[in-house]
């Protein structure tokens, strides 16, 4: 099992910058990938970046390209979403998740609960 715990959400104008971060613990040794996924009230979950664990990969949606950067710190067994440049559209739960190597599809295995990001226009 892997236990996931985001920190760093709140409150900003537009404009603005945050950083979340993703502890991990348990059987990080079994982690593949990071990912960072947020929901809106009313939406669906939407990906947002995703990083490999043992280095290798950054992936982004399109709408957070040139704004977010995920980063992970293996020592800390911590990954970051530096976002920049908010929107009021990033307002949204912000969920961390982690999957092994052959979870099928995109799906994820272990997912935290959540940290509040809201943008003020």
């Known amino acids: 099992q892997v236990q996931l715990v985001e920190s760093g959400g709140g409150s900003v104008q537009a404009g603005g910058s945050l950083r979340l971060s993703c502890l991990a613990s348990?059987?990080?040794?079994?982690?593949?990938?990071m990912g960072w996924f947020r929901q809106a009230p009313g939406k669906e979950r939407q990906f947002v970046a995703a990083?490999?664990?043992?280095?290798?990969?950054?992936y982004y949606a399109d709408s957070v390209k040139g704004r977010f950067t995920i980063s992970r710190d293996n020592a800390k067994n911590t990954v970051y979403l530096q976002m920049n440049s908010l929107k009021p559209d990033d307002t949204a739960v912000y969920y961390c998740?982690?999957?092994?190597?052959?979870?099928?599809?995109?799906?994820?295995?272990?997912w935290g609960q959540g940290t509040q990001v809201t943008v003020s226009s």
């Open positions: 998740a982690a999957r092994h190597l052959y979870t099928s599809g995109d799906n994820y295995d272990y």
């Open positions: 348990g059987r990080t040794f079994s982690i593949y990938r």
């Open positions: 990083i490999n664990w043992s280095g290798g990969g950054t």
